[in-house]
T-cell receptor, first 112, second 117 residues
Framework: KAGVTQTPRYLIKTRGQQVTLSCSPISGHRSVSWYQQTPGQGLQFLFEYFSETQRNKGNFPGRFSGRQFSNSRSEMNVSTLELGDSALYLC???????????FGPGTRLLVL | GDSVTQMEGPVTLSEEACLTINCTYTATGYPSLFWYVQYPGEGLQLLLKATKADDKGSNKGFEATYRKETTSFHLEKGSVQVSDSAVYFCALSDSTAGGTSYGKLTFGQGTILTVHP
């Protein structure tokens, strides 16, 4: 069974731009969670989607948003990029209601 | 809120040495506990898990026991290899009494392990 895939793997943007990251979960997994990883803050939870609905949200500004499609694929969007948004963005999927999450390889975003 | 505290790192060991990485947690519900490993340039891989008190998770020679009385989930390995060099994260997933999880893992700071030949 294929794992979680994320595209693109690397991105370079400039301040003020916006970016969209994509995540395809493991087949049969309907829950998708997003995390931001930085050297200073570590791994922080952004939000979780299940059946196209956001069920849980972390403590991030409204510039960070996401959505989930009917095939469980998910996207996250960051608008008005700031230098501090440079990070590794990780997506994870899980079976409905399950606590074990399986992670993708991440998208590394650099904001200049 | 939920929190996870890992021992300060980094940890440097010689091959075949014993490893212990301490992890303690605070949670309000019925958490499951996890250890994830991250190799350079990669995402997180699930190493092992335990879903209730006194459960022992194990994988690839690594073990951790869910100790509710001490709120701990320490990672251990009897003989490390150079290939074990990576960053290790302790994490918890809290849930309701009915066992439903809402997709949030809370992570510790991570511990960098370097194993020398």
């Amino acid at each position: 069974k294929a794992g979680v895939t994320q595209t693109p793997r690397y991105l370079i943007k400039t301040r003020g731009q916006q970016v969209t990251l994509s995540c395809s979960p493991i087949s049969g997994h309907r829950s998708v969670s997003w995390y931001q990883q930085t050297p200073g803050q570590g791994l922080q939870f952004l939000f979780e989607y299940f059946s196209e609905t956001q069920r849980n949200k972390g403590n991030f500004p409204g510039r960070f948003s996401g959505r989930q499609f009917s095939n469980s694929r998910s996207e996250m969007n960051v608008s008005t990029l700031e230098l501090g948004d440079s990070a590794l963005y990780l997506c994870a999927s899980s079976l409905a209601g399950a606590q074990t999450q399986y992670f993708g390889p991440g998208t590394r975003l650099l904001v200049l | 809120g939920d929190s996870v505290t890992q021992m300060e790192g980094p940890v440097t060991l010689s091959e075949e040495a014993c490893l212990t990485i301490n992890c303690t947690y605070t949670a309000t519900g019925y958490p499951s506990l996890f250890w994830y490993v991250q190799y350079p340039g990669e995402g997180l891989q699930l190493l092992l898990k335990a879903t209730k008190a006194d459960d022992k998770g194990s994988n690839k020679g690594f073990e951790a026991t869910y100790r509710k009385e001490t709120t701990s989930f320490h990672l251990e390995k009897g003989s490390v290899q150079v290939s074990d060099s990576a960053v290790y994260f302790c994490a918890l997933s809290d849930s309701t009494a009915g066992g439903t999880s809402y997709g949030k893992l809370t992570f510790g700071q991570g511990t960098i392990l370097t194993v020398h030949p």
